[in-house]
């Protein structure tokens, strides 16, 4: 950007701030800025600059009109001659040198504070893009500062142990093209959390980890919530359905998901056009103020994953989603969420493919049977299929499974929807009924009668106790252990054969009845603050 003198050096502090407050601001229209290019493109500054001096935001609008005064200045004194032998004397040269290292030494102060001061803490705030391999190191805690891109072709690696902890607004985005190597350990989970000290921790403090990949999505030019919509890291989908995201084990993820406006979310984890290459096991999200986790297309496999406390759906699925599910927990509590599965395929075109229908063995969905929410176990609907067996559904204040179109009712006559080895127990508002009547306007399927349908099933089974072995709605300690003789111990179908399946659990529920050690030991944590 020039010769460094203070009006530069004023001009570069000045950028820093707006690029901080149109982070804040949110509504801007503009996304994510990236400094590195504010700085070293001429067009690009100059046309962030001229929005910002007609943005609704009065401190944006008055940075707009200093910084493009600065940066006119700035253009006219590089394209001056430069000085030869018989210019400026040496004298002259003396007197400019002072404010030029005065400005200097300001910038320099400016950006030691921003980055430097947060290592000689033992953090390292992380901001903008990653354009290059970074490994992220158990040693010290990485801060994201704000929404953090890692860039198609770069791979970031995190080790186990590692704690990576979200600000106000920021979110950890893996691009299509991009890879996530976060393998952690039984022993060393790595933990993304809020950057609030723990006690003050809430739903929400931060974004979350967003996965994209390029694995086919029934939906032209995807873009995924929570980014802007003009931006094209937001994109992901394409033709490769073995594609890869990258590796995510033994990890959990707290205290994030929020609005960035109406209808539009980041939640705990969220997964867009990933495919079969993916590797996501051993994965914990906790008190996400949105959805759990949600997946967008793609053939993305799931296996061990515990979901507490969202503030929306626990799994929730759209556009295409045909992975593998085996041991799968979702816990909602007392005070917040709305549906342990909501499951679509597409909003606009019910019939879109690939239809999401994803297969799943080995799950418990549980809820304290509120007295203040109404949770559902599963919302399926816009035409989704699914295969669901070997289930234990405990505890919800609303009903057990709503279908909510034709397209999704169609679904159950061509075998894309369908249900093997289900055990319901205690589920309405006094735990005696299953499913909700819908008459007139509340008839949203075409007359579709639930309770005559999975009552006629005879792998589903009802009003039989599980028998867990302790609380297993308690929001701090969950135990989801069945007893060694409950009713989950029977009624199972085969699980299919294959590298990725566990054909051993020959049980309902994600945990095998009478176990004393389980999948959960060690890595999970529930924290309420």
Known sequence: MGDGTP?????????????????RAGDTGLGFIHFNTLLNDARYRAEIIERARHSPHNHIRHLGEELARLDHADAANNARPQATATGPSRFAYRRLAWPLIIGTLSLCL???????????QGDRVVTGVIEQDQTWTADRDW??????YVLPGVRLTIEPGARILGRADSALVITRGARLHAAGREDAPIVFTSSQPEGKRAAGDWGGLVLLGDAPVNEPDAQIEGIDAGDPLGAYGGQNPQGSCGVLEYARIEFAGFEVYA????????????GSGTIVRHVQVHRSLDDGVEVFGGNVDLRHIVITGAGDDGLDWDLGWRGRVQFLVVQQHEDSGDNAFEADNNGAHHQALPRSEPIMYNVTLVSPRSSTRHHRAMT???????????LLISGFSGEAIDLRDGATVANLDTGALDFQGVLMHGIGPRGLSYFEAEQGDADD???FDEDTFFRGLSSVRFDEDPRFNQDAINPYHPNVTPALRSPATRGAVPVPQGEF?????????AVRPGASATWLDRWTAFPAR
Do not use: I, M
């Open 7 to 23: 009006a530069r050096a004023r001009l570069v502090e000045l950028l820093w701030q707006l690029k901080q407050n149109y982070d």
């Open 110 to 120: 400016l950006l030691f504070w921003w980055l430097a001061l947060p290592y000689l």
């Open 143 to 148: 801060v994201l500062g704000d929404v953090v």
């Open 263 to 274: 209808n539009n979310e980041l939640n705990g984890l969220t997964l867009g056009g990933c």
């Open 380 to 390: 399926l609907r816009e035409g989704t299929g699914g295969h669901f067996h070997n």
């Open 445 to 447: 399927d075409g007359g």
């Open 501 to 509: 399946w566990d054909e051993a659990a020959n049980y309902l529920g």
